[in-house]
């Protein structure tokens, strides 16, 4: 007696599992852009803040206790991260004052 036996050639379609990992790709790739944009609208904001620049006036040389100020001894620089410190923004309300202490060059003048 003779039986015949079927062979079992059907495979699982592999369709369903490429389709799975394509979504979890997709989804990946979204997250990383999303994450990629949020850093850099933090980066732009934060540089925007910590660039705020004023100008200073500063010493142009070292001047002595007692030196009547000129318009050639101070020149107005721009400079960051000085809230709260009383500065001059322009040289025409310094000069003519008389220092009491020195000043060296690049220091402010207030």
Do not use: C, F, I, Y
């Not at 599992?17 to 990383?32: C, D, F, H, I, M």
């Not at 852009?33 to 933090?42: D, P, R, S, T, Y």
């Not at 620049?53 to 721009?78: F, K, M, T, W, Y």
């Not at 000085?82 to 220091?107: D, F, H, I, K, N």
Request: avoid cysteine; glycine fraction near 8%; aromatic fraction near 0%.
């Amino acid at each position: 007696m003779v039986t015949a036996t079927k062979e079992r050639t059907e495979t699982p379609d592999p369709q369903p599992l490429r389709l799975k990992a394509r979504s979890r790709t997709w989804r990946a790739g979204l997250l990383a852009a999303a994450l990629m944009a949020a850093g850099a609208a933090l980066s732009v904001v934060a540089l925007e803040q910590v660039d705020q620049r004023s100008p200073v006036l500063v010493a142009a040389e070292d001047l002595p206790a007692g030196h009547q100020v000129g318009a050639n001894d101070v020149r107005v620089v721009e400079a960051a991260g000085l809230e709260g410190v009383s500065t001059l923004g322009e040289a025409q309300p310094a000069v003519g004052a008389t220092l009491t202490p020195p000043v060296t060059e690049g220091a402010l003048v207030s």
